[in-house]
């Protein structure tokens, strides 16, 4: 038999070991989820969850530092761009540093950043205007009453 020089030969080890997994290795193994990304799945899930959680009070906080309703459909527009456009940067930035982590901890700090910078912004109140987002409850009844 002529063998090619191009033909490769693949040898199996002579014995099998079976690796030892932990309980949650088993877990993890017996539902089809990848350990190793365990930790960017409960980042992600903890970002996104404390995201969800500010977005309905950012309409509030805009208006009562004196943006106009057209203002902050600007930047409402803007989040769904942001959405499409970052997964090809980061899967881009990804494959040119070769790991995910530092890109993922790049993401997680300058999201922290942007978000604490909504602090600077300076208050721009009208003097005997509440804006029209407020909604207040009455203590004692209850009931609504929109300034």
């Given amino acids: 038999m002529v063998k090619m020089?191009?033909?490769e030969t693949v040898?199996?080890?002579a014995h099998s070991e079976k690796v030892e997994l932990s309980h949650f290795g088993e877990f993890c193994q017996r539902r089809g989820i990848n350990p190793n990304l365990?930790?960017?799945k409960i980042?992600?899930?903890v970002m996104y969850g404390a995201t969800s959680s500010l977005l309905p009070y950012l309409t509030i906080h805009m208006?009562?530092?004196g943006l106009t309703v057209e203002e902050i459909a600007i930047i409402y527009l803007a989040l769904p761009f942001t959405t499409f456009l970052s997964p090809p940067i980061t899967g881009f930035l990804v494959?040119?540093?070769g790991k995910y982590k530092p890109v993922v901890v790049m993401s997680l700090l300058l999201n922290a950043i942007f978000h604490h910078s909504l602090l600077f912004i300076p208050q721009q109140e009208i003097p005997g205007v509440v804006p029209s987002a407020?909604?207040?409850r009455h203590p004692d009844s209850g009931d609504v009453?929109?300034?």
Avoid: R
């Fill in 95 to 97: 494959d040119k540093f």
């Fill in 63 to 65: 208006q009562s530092i």
């Fill in 5 to 7: 020089a191009s033909e």
């Fill in 38 to 40: 365990i930790m960017l």
């Fill in 11 to 13: 040898t199996e080890p």
């Fill in 134 to 136: 407020f909604v207040i």
């Fill in 145 to 147: 009453e929109i300034p």
């Fill in 43 to 45: 980042t992600l899930f």
